[in-house]
């Protein structure tokens, strides 16, 4: 059974750096054609894709948000990681992680529960 | 980057009717495209992959075609619990995107 669950910090200020946990079972980060990716979704607005990373340690990010962006994996541990630098309001979001099979096409065939980020001074 | 434009972006449908969704690219996407349903209050989840791929446990009045730039979500005989919002995703180029939604509600 896949799941994944993503934690944060809930609350931080502008200009600080967001770290967020996506902890998953059912799949292993070390097996060939998998990956996790973070999707971000404003409280009533669309999803936008934010980062990849995959068995291989490939990175792909979303270029709208520049460098601030670092995806890492802890396979050992069944963990994946986003952190994105010097957050502002427009960053406040609920933020998903979901698996990514290459088998099937490299689409989010399971998501996590999400976790809600305020940035708010 | 591809834009992906849905339409509508809300839509009131009986109970037992069929209904379309529509999504299309800004460029040809090559049928790598998924459709997600979003409930309320929960994540989204993976209904159609490669444009036309029913999901492991998706119920078969879910369908998905299209090709090239358009493409289209069908549910058949419309149930209670398909009141969501569903958004289509294309993975063809970097970076993936996803259309702005289609909120379905009950009539």
């Known amino acids: 059974q896949v799941t994944l669950k993503e934690s944060g910090p809930g609350i931080l200020q502008p200009s600080q750096t967001l770290s967020l946990t996506c902890t998953f079972s059912?799949?292993?980060?070390?097996?060939?054609?998998?990956?996790v990716g973070w999707i971000r979704q404003p409280s009533g607005k669309g999803l936008e894709w934010l980062a990849n990373i995959w068995w291989d340690d490939d990175k792909y990010y979303n270029p709208s948000l520049k460098n601030r962006l670092t995806i890492s994996k802890d396979t050992s541990n069944n963990q994946a990681f986003l952190k994105i630098t010097n957050v502002d309001t427009a960053d406040t979001a609920t933020y998903y992680c979901?698996?990514?099979?290459?088998?099937?096409?490299?689409?989010?065939?399971?998501w996590g529960q999400g976790v809600m980020v305020t940035v708010s001074s | 980057d591809i834009q992906m434009t849905q339409s509508p972006a809300s839509l009131s449908a009986s109970l037992g009717e069929t209904v379309t969704i529509e999504c299309l690219a800004s460029?040809?996407?090559?049928?790598?495209l998924a459709w997600y349903q979003q409930k309320p209050g929960k994540s989204p989840q993976l209904l159609i992959y490669y444009a036309n791929s029913l999901n492991d446990g998706v119920p078969s009045r879910f369908s998905g075609s299209g090709s090239g730039t358009q493409y289209s979500l069908k549910i058949n005989s419309l149930q209670s619990e398909d009141v969501s919002i569903y958004f289509c995703?294309?993975?063809?180029?970097?970076?993936?995107?996803f259309g702005g939604g289609t909120k379905l509600e009950l009539k």
């Open positions: 979901a698996r990514i099979l290459q088998l099937t096409g490299s689409f989010f065939d399971y």
């Open positions: 059912g799949f292993s980060l070390s097996t060939y054609g998998m990956g």
């Open positions: 995703q294309q993975n063809y180029d970097s970076p993936w995107t």
């Open positions: 460029e040809d996407i090559y049928s790598n």
